[in-house]
């Protein structure tokens, strides 16, 4: 199929191509018609627009800023605080909640006085506002607005008419763009289909949000197979994002092309790019009504792509899973939505869901990639000196494996009202009693008498622990992981830092994942350790919260509509989905 450049048809409603009149190969002047409709004039006026020669157009010439503003709707739910795991979801957000009492979220944005106009205005009305305004392009400014409150598409559309009335028929590109926007986020499939015939007379290629807004609003009509082909022109300029393949999947599953979905996702998943969870749940709804092995196995391959990215669907996403496994004939799936218990229990069909505990091969694996990646990585001068690093692999080399490694600093300054070499001290104390063998990570600062580290404290915390102080710049979580890591797996360590930092050294998800599973499997958080009380630590999940199977159960945790939950938390909430017998 090729595009019809400089066939139009007539326009329907509101802009009408009278005429069209090539004139000559570089450029020809494509004529629309205005009528009177939107309150503009009553007299009809033309509304031309000169296509450009290809010398002349370039993408990166057109105005590439088409941002979408999606309002973010987020529930302010409360969670309830106890019961909440230091990884469970929506436990961040309390801890942030308690530890501010008041922070102002959102600040008024700048704004220019004007009013946005409710009603479409004429040529005599934009002049005015235009009058009043007080900043440098009007016309800019005010569709931006428009975008962004979701103005009437008409309301744009008399600013628009206004715009090409001045300036003899020819509307700037970002105009246009902001325009489409507009007839997309309302739906208004006919002027989506106008506004892509006017940039397609007039320019050769767009820019990557045209390219998306088109495909957005394409998709939903009954020229929904155009959209694939300004995929293909997206596809020269850059790659597209998941969104773009989203929009293609769910057009073609509206038009029961399932061929092309899967290709498409086939296509995406080629590029490396992590699938939109919409763009699943779409395949999983789209398959309650076909029966069809193939199409099934697809699914689950789905789900074992969940697994082993660690995504988690949400919970309309979790229904959709549901609904399909109840709808496989002859299988008998049932599902229900449930808890695991602390034991690691399935609540809904009793099953022991997989371990947090790493494999010895997996163990290795990660204890190699963190070495070289994050501790001896390019990086290493910023963190520690090559010195320093020997220094500290002689020591823990000499010593006989820990464990439980804890990073004084952060544990010292846990209760800002404590001294922290107090602190410290009652942590290491109690563990010592307990006969285990303990590394404590310090800096030098720590043994120079201050108010906040007294001698005695500190004396004290060297008799009962090994400890190792480093440098005042080192950063002091490389030899945290170091010394862990090299003591086994049996070893904990003690901070209340998440260490995102170190998962995002990490080079690949399959790492990130296992040092996630790690991290929640051997990580130690202090809940209370004031002096005088009793220590006590965050209890550690045993078991690993993941999408699993054995075949003849699935377990998946999911996220909660009403929960926000950020991406070092895990689920609560899972679908239990077991086959009848
Ligand atoms: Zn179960």
């Not at 970002?174 to 320019?203: F, G, N, P, W």
């Not at 496989?328 to 371990?355: L, N, R, Y």
């Amino acid at each position: 199929m090729t595009f019809c450049l400089f066939r139009i048809q007539s326009f329907p409603k509101l802009w009408k191509s009278n005429s069209y009149l090539p004139l000559g190969p570089r450029h020809s002047y494509l004529c629309l018609f205005m009528a009177d409709s939107c309150g503009i004039r009553k007299q009809p006026r033309w509304f031309s627009l000169k296509t450009i020669s290809s010398q002349n157009t370039k993408a990166t010439n057109l105005v590439a800023n088409s941002r979408y503003l999606r309002k973010y709707n987020g529930n302010d739910n409360q969670v309830p605080s106890d019961s909440l795991h230091f990884f469970s979801a929506g436990a961040a957000k309390k801890r942030s909640q308690m530890n501010s009492q008041s922070k102002d979220h959102d600040l008024p944005p700048v704004r220019n006085t004007i009013q946005l106009p409710t009603q479409p205005l004429n040529s005599e009305e934009w002049d005015k506002l235009k009058a009043d305004f007080k900043g440098r392009s009007f016309e800019s400014w005010i569709i931006s607005q428009m975008a962004h409150d979701r103005s009437p598409v008409d309301v744009a559309k008399s600013l628009l008419a206004w715009v090409a009335a001045k300036n003899n028929g020819i509307v700037a590109y970002d105009l246009l763009v902001k325009y489409l926007h507009l007839c997309v986020i309302h739906k208004q499939t006919s002027e989506v289909i106008d506004v892509y015939e006017i940039m397609k007379a007039r320019y050769k290629i767009l820019d990557s949000g045209g390219y998306t807004l088109l495909i957005r609003g394409l998709i939903q009509s009954d020229r929904w197979k155009e959209a694939f082909l300004l995929l293909e022109d997206l596809k020269k300029v850059m790659t597209p994002s998941r969104k773009n393949y989203d929009d293609c999947i769910q057009g073609a599953l509206l038009h029961q092309d399932v061929n092309t979905a899967w290709n498409l996702y086939q296509e995406l998943l080629g590029h490396n790019i992590i699938p939109m969870l919409e763009t699943l749940k779409a395949f999983f709804d789209f398959g309650k009504d076909i029966k069809d092995d193939n199409y099934s196995n697809k699914l689950l391959d789905i789900l074992l792509y969940l697994r082993n990215n660690q995504l988690y669907p949400g919970e309309s996403f979790a229904h959709s899973i549901k609904t399909w496994f109840e709808s496989v004939p002859g299988k008998q799936w049932k599902g229900q939505f449930t808890t695991i218990q602390k034991s690691g229990q399935c609540s809904g069909c009793g099953k022991t869901i997989e371990s947090i505990q790493l494999s010895p091969e997996d163990y290795e694996f990660l204890k190699g990639r963190i070495m070289r990646d994050v501790i001896d990585g390019g990086d290493q001068y910023r963190k520690t000196t090559p010195q320093e690093l020997k220094r500290f692999e002689n020591f823990v080399k000499s010593c006989p494996p820990f464990d439980i490694v804890i990073d004084g600093l952060n544990v010292a300054k846990m209760f800002p009202k404590a001294r922290e070499s107090k602190l410290l001290l009652n942590v290491v104390s109690q563990l010592a009693k307990q006969n285990l063998r303990l590394l404590v990570l310090g800096r030098k600062h720590m043994l120079r008498k201050s108010s906040q580290w007294r001698k005695d404290e500190m004396e004290e915390v060297q008799k009962q622990a090994r400890c190792f102080f480093a440098d005042n710049i080192s950063k002091d979580d490389p030899f945290l992981l170091y010394a862990t890591l090299h003591s086994g797996n049996h070893c904990k360590f003690i901070t209340n830092d998440l260490m995102r930092d170190h998962k995002a050294c990490l080079p690949d998800a399959n790492t990130q994942r296992l040092f996630f599973k790690w991290q929640q499997g051997h990580q130690l958080a202090i809940i209370n350790g004031f002096p005088g009380s009793k220590l006590t630590f965050q209890h550690i999940l045993s078991y690993d919260t993941v999408v699993q199977t054995t075949g003849d159960s699935w377990h998946i945790p999911y996220d909660e509509d009403l929960v926000e939950r950020y991406s070092y938390e895990v689920p609560t909430k899972w679908l239990c989905l077991h086959r009848k017998t």
